[in-house]
């Protein structure tokens, strides 16, 4: 009788301490999915951007590489102005949910994961969605010259479906 008590009270022991392991991983999961990869980085300031953008310039086109890699947080409804980049570019969706749009095309929705290649001297521009924040890693060539700027990307535009 005795002997059965201690085997139940050691099994309730065994049971409290895999829930409890249970529970610290799946805390660290969520904190994982809640961290971003990147840090934010500044906020950009210039009249290149529609609304709150920031980048984290995490490799710079130097004399060895000529691409330039940056992390991009676009909060929703923010967005680049039109542009074109003279070698292209391709954009990874790291977060949340986002727009990519050329001229003349439909707008596309991206979201983590989705990969955009960008061809050359395509006018284009990209941001977050209406709801939602957007991070973005955009790796683009610098060899051919710096980023065409072009109009802001008005509200209608950005809306239409
Ligand atoms: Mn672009």
Redesign the pocket.
């Known amino acids: 009788m005795k002997i059965a008590f201690v085997q139940i009270a050691l099994a309730m022991v065994v049971i409290a301490i895999s829930c409890k392991q249970h529970a610290i991983q799946e805390n660290t999961a969520v904190a994982q999915l809640s961290t971003p990869l990147f840090p934010k980085g500044e906020k950009i300031t210039n009249s290149n951007f529609t609304g709150d953008v920031w980048l984290n310039s995490l490799v710079n086109a130097d004399s060895l590489n000529s691409i330039a890699v940056g992390s991009v947080t676009f909060a929703p409804g923010a967005r ?1 102005k039109w ?1 074109s ?1 003279p070698a292209g ?1 391709i ?1 990874l969706a790291l977060e949340g949910a986002g727009y990519y749009q050329e001229k003349g095309t439909a707008k596309r929705i991206l979201r983590k994961g989705d990969i955009v290649k ?1 061809p050359p001297n395509v006018s ?1 521009w ?1 941001g977050a969605s209406i709801d939602s924040n957007f991070v973005q890693v ?1 790796i ?1 060539g610098r060899e051919k010259g710096e ?1 065409v700027w072009l109009e802001a990307v008005t509200d209608s535009v950005y809306r239409k479906p």
């Open positions: 680049t542009h980049h570019q954009i960008c284009h990209h955009a683009t980023t």
